[in-house]
């Protein structure tokens, strides 16, 4: 029972490290993902790992929910050396992945979501000492949420928590949370970190993935940051730490995070909606009597927790949404009309989904970044495209927005996030549009790309156009736009000046509260 | 603690994980192993049946490739197949499951057959009128039934692969009214002959000239068939039309976003997909068998999905993909009747078709 002497780590610290993985190499064709990363998530703590898109950190823990196998390296869990394979030898040794989309079945209750793929109950399922199971395990672990309600009944916060029982209830000690705070309500967010500080407090250990730094320097206990693949910060303390120092280790170079915006001169309406009603998918009300007017040389934000209308309006706006009201764009009448109608007036679309909607995956970047102009000259030759010249414009807009790529000929597909958006700003923006609708322009992306795309919108406000930013992230909203329209169950409900409006009042209009109406004390975001 | 581990039976895995970059020569890679191995099976299931493997595939290569008149026979089965491939490759880019190509061949080689056979011109006229009038009456009625389908699912959304299957049958029988009924000569299921005026012209018909093509049967649909693929290519490649209909293959949402109507599309691609099938119809008739005959296809239409496949959609893969198989009909005549050659093709549709997960992923050996 000799331990040979050249096992660095002493004993008691490895049963304190919940997962250590250690020089993880992941190589994919013509890059290095991970280049030799260690990562050590202690018992107990909220560890953030931070990085661009395309940093290595999906990646990373990709390969931790065994989704992807290291070329290289080795992980252990609890101290024991493990080898995970699939999502299911991730389970079983205690790690559960909490992806941003969230994998429940809407029309199922709580209950059965949890029970879902497992194999007990093997048969017959009686549901109430099932619901009892898990109403314990929920209290335990201070996630107030009915086992009886059907999924679709609750709200998205309420649903993440059934995410986190569902992990728990398989066993989970470790939570892996892909940018869990994507899509809640700032309310929603303060109360999933007290949530996971109950959980850490038990020994339950978080990795939080996030790009939002006020939330890492929140919530975290120590931070590791990646750059290219490689760590530029292993697991340092967050005490103490600003924002800058972390964006400066992320991006590898300063950041300019201060926008400057300088005060707006409005011109006329230009975009103009009245008393708009519009379904959603599933034939409910999306919008309801919707009316707002942007002004040229302004943007507006429209603040809403996700899915009360705000995707539903931006669709109605570039025709992609049937709906019954009024939408003129200078003047014309664009309500019910194909969405070529408004390509053709001179609205531009940031669209919400970029993979789904935004591109093309398997057509090279020139096919992606003549959609909006194949139609015209040059590009068009009557019913011909002219090639040379879609080539040529592809690799001037590749080059003039630093969309990072060998060349315009590879598929949409390999670029990563902060990248794809480019492109598709690339587009947009480049036929000097007079509207642009930007939904969620900056989920998801890096420091350095979510600069860019705050620069470009405030160039594009400046030249005259008039945006309308739709955003969940009230910081975003209150950095950029000029005025602010609140969004709640299809209805605006209020409009404001920037002027007036801050994180408190935006949080209580977002979640269906009065303005002025200040009698539930509501928790301000710290360090925002 | 590792000496007690017991050792699995086979301490290998295989793994898969999704590929991110395909390169260029793996399409071409993947499909002609996929055909190989298609081969290697097809030689055991002949050796299990008690035949030599080596002996068939030397026999078929014989029988279709060996000498300048089985080549030229080649290319006779092979020219319908490019028509019904292409109409396959051009819907199948849409995504756009189009698998009634068989019924637009039928309708295309009625609606050349009524040129002369109702008639609509008089007999003994220009072969400069006939033959033309019989290529766009082929095109036309093809277009027609293809467009059927197409409108369905554009108005309707009607799943286009069960109605297009199902014109199908509604298509053999019309032709087979016709040829039991008002076009039947002396009650057999089939036409009158047509007349020299409406037939395509063959190599063999300029030997008077050039004594060596005396009875080569190629004729010019051969010709009309390469210079489609061409067309397919340039439309796909070089046009705004071409382009909306990748964008829509490759995501409809963005093509929506991008301003394209879909519906609109639909009903062209199917249009245009019956009007080759309809095509292959018409060169059929003209070129080869030279009146409408009940059965005048031998499944070209449903052959023609595979082709498509084979060529992985591209317009000039399947001009090469229609001779193989043009190949393997006619020597599969000479070595059975039915059976092998039609499991033949279907075992390489099934391994082209299983091969696509080799591009998507990739596959590696792993120690357990």
């Given at each position: 029972?000799?331990?040979?002497?050249?096992?660095?780590?002493?004993?008691?610290?490895?049963?304190?490290?919940?997962?250590?993985?250690?020089?993880i190499?992941?190589?994919?064709?013509?890059?290095?993902?991970?280049?030799?990363?260690?990562?050590?998530?202690?018992?107990?703590?909220?560890?953030?790992?931070?990085?661009?898109?395309?940093?290595?950190k999906?990646?990373?823990?990709?390969?931790?929910?065994?989704?992807?196998e290291?070329?290289?390296g080795?992980?252990?869990?609890?101290?024991?050396?493990?080898?995970?394979?699939?999502?299911?030898?991730?389970?079983?040794?205690?790690?559960?992945?909490?992806?941003?989309?969230?994998?429940?079945?809407?029309?199922?209750?709580?209950?059965?979501?949890?029970?879902?793929?497992?194999k007990?109950?093997?048969?017959?399922?009686?549901?109430?000492?099932?619901?009892?199971?898990?109403r314990?395990?929920?209290?335990?672990?201070?996630?107030?949420?009915?086992?009886?309600?059907?999924?679709?009944?609750?709200?998205?916060?309420?649903?993440?928590?059934?995410?986190?029982?569902?992990?728990?209830?398989r066993?989970?000690?470790?939570?892996?949370?892909?940018?869990?705070?994507?899509?809640?309500?700032p309310?929603?967010?303060?109360e999933?970190?007290?949530?996971l500080?109950?959980?850490?407090?038990?020994?339950?250990?978080?990795?939080?993935?996030?790009?939002?730094l006020?939330?890492?320097?929140?919530?975290?206990?120590?931070?590791?940051?990646?750059r290219?693949?490689?760590?530029?910060a292993?697991?340092?303390?967050?005490a103490?730490?600003t924002?800058?120092?972390?964006?400066?280790?992320?991006?590898?170079?300063?950041?300019?995070?201060?926008?400057?915006?300088?005060?707006?001169?409005?011109?006329?309406?230009?975009?103009?909606?009245?008393?708009?009603?519009?379904?959603?998918?599933?034939?409910?009300?999306a919008?309801?009597?919707?009316?707002?007017?942007?002004?040229?040389?302004?943007?507006?934000?429209?603040?809403?927790?996700?899915g009360?209308?705000?995707?539903?309006?931006?669709?109605?706006?570039?025709?992609?949404?049937?709906?019954?009201?009024?939408?003129?764009?200078?003047?014309?009448?664009?309500?019910?009309?194909?969405?070529?109608?408004?390509?053709?007036?001179?609205?531009?679309?940031?669209?919400?989904?970029?993979h789904?909607?935004?591109?093309?995956?398997?057509?090279?970047?020139?096919?992606n970044?003549?959609?909006?102009?194949?139609?015209?000259?040059?590009?068009?030759?009557?019913?011909?495209?002219?090639?040379?010249?879609?080539?040529?414009?592809?690799?001037?807009?590749?080059?003039?927005?630093?969309?990072?790529?060998?060349?315009?000929?590879?598929?949409?597909?390999?670029?990563?996030?902060?990248?794809?958006?480019?492109?598709?700003?690339?587009?947009?923006?480049?036929?000097?549009?007079?509207?642009?609708?930007?939904?969620?322009?900056?989920?998801?992306?890096?420091?350095?790309?979510?600069?860019?795309?705050?620069?470009?919108?405030?160039?594009?406000?400046?030249?005259?156009?008039?945006?309308?930013?739709?955003?969940?992230?009230?910081?975003?909203i209150?950095?950029?736009?000029d005025?602010?329209?609140?969004?709640?169950?299809?209805?605006?409900?209020?409009?404001?000046?920037?002027?007036?409006?801050?994180?408190?009042?935006?949080?209580?209009?977002?979640?269906?509260?009065?303005?002025?109406?200040?009698?539930?004390?509501?928790?301000?975001?710290?360090?925002? | 603690?590792?000496?007690?581990?017991?050792?699995?039976?086979?301490?290998?895995?295989?793994?898969?994980?999704?590929?991110?970059?395909?390169?260029?020569?793996?399409?071409?890679?993947?499909t002609?192993?996929?055909?190989?191995?298609?081969?290697?099976?097809?030689?055991?299931?002949?050796?299990?049946?008690?035949?030599?493997?080596?002996?068939?595939?030397?026999?078929?290569?014989?029988?279709?490739?060996?000498?300048?008149g089985?080549?030229?026979?080649?290319?006779?089965?092979?020219?319908?197949?490019?028509?019904?491939g292409?109409?396959?490759?051009?819907?199948?880019?849409?995504?756009?499951?189009?698998?009634?190509?068989?019924?637009?061949?039928?309708?295309?080689?009625?609606?050349?057959?009524?040129v002369?056979?109702?008639?609509?011109?008089?007999?003994?006229?220009?072969?400069?009128?006939?033959?033309?009038?019989?290529?766009?009456?082929?095109?036309?009625?093809g277009?027609?039934?293809?467009?059927?389908?197409?409108?369905?699912?554009?108005?309707?959304?009607?799943?286009?692969?069960?109605?297009?299957?199902?014109?199908?049958?509604?298509?053999?029988?019309?032709?087979?009214?016709?040829?039991?009924?008002?076009?039947?000569?002396?009650?057999?299921?089939?036409?009158?002959?047509?007349?020299?005026?409406?037939?395509l012209?063959?190599?063999?018909?300029?030997?008077?000239?050039?004594?060596?093509?005396?009875?080569?049967?190629?004729?010019?649909?051969?010709?009309?068939?390469?210079?489609?693929a061409?067309?397919?290519?340039?439309?796909?490649?070089?046009?705004?039309?071409?382009?909306?209909?990748?964008?829509?293959?490759?995501?409809?949402?963005?093509?929506?976003?991008?301003?394209?109507?879909?519906?609109?599309?639909?009903?062209?691609?199917?249009?245009?997909?019956?009007?080759?099938?309809?095509?292959?119809?018409?060169?059929?008739?003209?070129?080869?068998?030279?009146?409408?005959?009940?059965?005048?296809?031998?499944?070209?239409?449903?052959?023609?999905?595979?082709?498509?496949?084979?060529?992985?959609f591209?317009?000039?893969?399947?001009?090469?993909?229609?001779?193989?198989?043009?190949?393997?009909?006619?020597?599969?005549?000479?070595?059975?009747?039915?059976?092998?050659?039609?499991?033949?093709?279907?075992?390489?549709?099934?391994?082209?078709?299983?091969?696509?997960?080799?591009?998507?992923?990739?596959?590696?050996?792993?120690?357990?």
């Amino acid at each position: 029972m000799t331990e040979p002497a050249s096992v660095v780590a002493a004993p008691d610290e490895r049963t304190t490290l919940a997962v250590e993985m250690r020089g993880i190499v992941k190589r994919f064709p013509g890059l290095i993902a991970n280049d030799h990363v260690d990562f050590q998530l202690r018992r107990g703590e909220v560890h953030a790992l931070l990085g661009e898109n395309g940093a290595g950190k999906s990646t990373l823990m990709n390969i931790l929910s065994g989704l992807y196998e290291a070329d290289e390296g080795t992980i252990a869990v609890q101290g024991v050396p493990v080898s995970i394979r699939s999502p299911r030898d991730a389970i079983e040794s205690g790690l559960g992945m909490i992806h941003q989309h969230f994998t429940l079945v809407p029309s199922l209750t709580v209950t059965e979501n949890v029970l879902l793929g497992l194999k007990e109950p093997r048969f017959r399922l009686h549901l109430p000492h099932y619901a009892q199971k898990i109403r314990e395990l929920a209290e335990g672990s201070g996630l107030r949420v009915d086992p009886m309600a059907k999924v679709w009944d609750l709200s998205v916060g309420e649903q993440q928590r059934v995410e986190i029982i569902k992990m728990l209830y398989r066993g989970a000690r470790v939570l892996i949370m892909d940018e869990p705070t994507a899509v809640l309500a700032p309310q929603e967010a303060e109360e999933l970190f007290r949530t996971l500080r109950d959980m850490t407090a038990r020994g339950e250990s978080i990795v939080f993935i996030s790009h939002k730094l006020d939330e890492v320097l929140a919530i975290a206990d120590r931070i590791t940051i990646l750059r290219k693949g490689k760590v530029t910060a292993a697991a340092i303390p967050a005490a103490g730490r600003t924002r800058p120092e972390l964006a400066r280790l992320m991006v590898g170079r300063e950041v300019l995070e201060t926008i400057v915006r300088t005060p707006s001169t409005p011109g006329p309406v230009v975009l103009q909606l009245a008393g708009v009603h519009a379904l959603d998918d599933r034939g409910l009300p999306a919008l309801r009597d919707v009316s707002l007017d942007i002004r040229s040389g302004e943007i507006m934000g429209l603040a809403g927790v996700a899915g009360n209308g705000q995707s539903a309006l931006a669709e109605v706006i570039t025709g992609l949404r049937a709906c019954t009201g009024t939408v003129t764009v200078h003047g014309e009448e664009l309500a019910g009309r194909p969405p070529v109608r408004a390509i053709d007036a001179g609205v531009a679309h940031i669209p919400e989904d970029r993979h789904g909607t935004g591109s093309a995956p398997d057509l090279s970047l020139i096919d992606n970044l003549m959609m909006k102009s194949y139609r015209r000259a040059p590009i068009a030759r009557g019913w011909i495209v002219n090639s040379t010249v879609a080539r040529e414009r592809a690799v001037e807009l590749k080059d003039e927005y630093q969309v990072a790529a060998p060349n315009v000929d590879i598929q949409a597909r390999l670029l990563s996030g902060g990248n794809l958006q480019r492109l598709i700003f690339a587009r947009e923006i480049s036929t000097m549009p007079s509207i642009i609708i930007a939904a969620q322009p900056s989920r998801g992306l890096d420091v350095g790309a979510v600069e860019t795309v705050h620069r470009l919108l405030l160039e594009r406000r400046t030249a005259g156009a008039a945006v309308l930013l739709v955003s969940e992230d009230l910081d975003e909203i209150l950095a950029l736009s000029d005025r602010v329209a609140v969004i709640y169950d299809g209805h605006i409900a209020a409009v404001l000046d920037v002027a007036d409006a801050d994180v408190h009042t935006l949080g209580l209009l977002m979640t269906g509260g009065a303005m002025g109406s200040d009698e539930q004390p509501v928790a301000v975001r710290q360090g925002a | 603690m590792t000496a007690a581990t017991r050792r699995p039976l086979i301490p290998y895995a295989l793994r898969t994980e999704q590929r991110l970059e395909v390169p260029r020569w793996l399409p071409i890679a993947t499909t002609i192993s996929a055909v190989v191995v298609a081969l290697v099976i097809s030689g055991l299931l002949i050796a299990l049946i008690g035949g030599d493997p080596f002996a068939v595939g030397a026999h078929i290569v014989r029988s279709s490739l060996g000498n300048v008149g089985v080549l030229s026979d080649t290319l006779v089965k092979a020219t319908p197949l490019i028509f019904t491939g292409l109409a396959c490759a051009l819907a199948f880019r849409m995504r756009l499951w189009n698998i009634g190509a068989e019924g637009q061949l039928y309708f295309g080689a009625w609606g050349a057959s009524a040129v002369v056979l109702l008639p609509i011109v008089p007999a003994g006229s220009s072969p400069f009128v006939v033959v033309p009038l019989m290529l766009i009456a082929g095109v036309l009625a093809g277009a027609v039934w293809g467009g059927v389908a197409g409108w369905l699912k554009a108005r309707f959304n009607v799943n286009e692969i069960i109605s297009t299957l199902m014109l199908n049958y509604i298509a053999i029988l019309w032709v087979r009214y016709w040829v039991f009924g008002p076009w039947s000569e002396g009650g057999f299921q089939l036409s009158r002959p047509f007349p020299r005026e409406a037939w395509l012209p063959r190599l063999t018909d300029f030997s008077k000239t050039f004594h060596d093509l005396a009875g080569l049967t190629t004729h010019l649909g051969f010709v009309i068939g390469v210079i489609c693929a061409f067309l397919v290519w340039f439309l796909l490649k070089r046009t705004r039309k071409g382009y909306e209909i990748r964008l829509i293959g490759d995501n409809p949402r963005a093509a929506r976003y991008a301003g394209i109507d879909i519906g609109r599309n639909v009903i062209l691609v199917m249009l245009m997909s019956g009007g080759l099938a309809g095509l292959a119809g018409m060169v059929e008739v003209t070129g080869s068998v030279h009146r409408l005959q009940d059965g005048i296809s031998p499944g070209y239409g449903f052959t023609g999905v595979i082709i498509a496949y084979l060529a992985r959609f591209n317009p000039f893969g399947v001009v090469i993909a229609a001779i193989l198989f043009g190949a393997l009909i006619l020597a599969g005549r000479e070595i059975q009747p039915a059976g092998i050659p039609a499991m033949i093709q279907g075992i390489v549709l099934f391994c082209v078709i299983c091969s696509d997960i080799l591009l998507r992923k990739r596959v590696r050996l792993v120690r357990k």
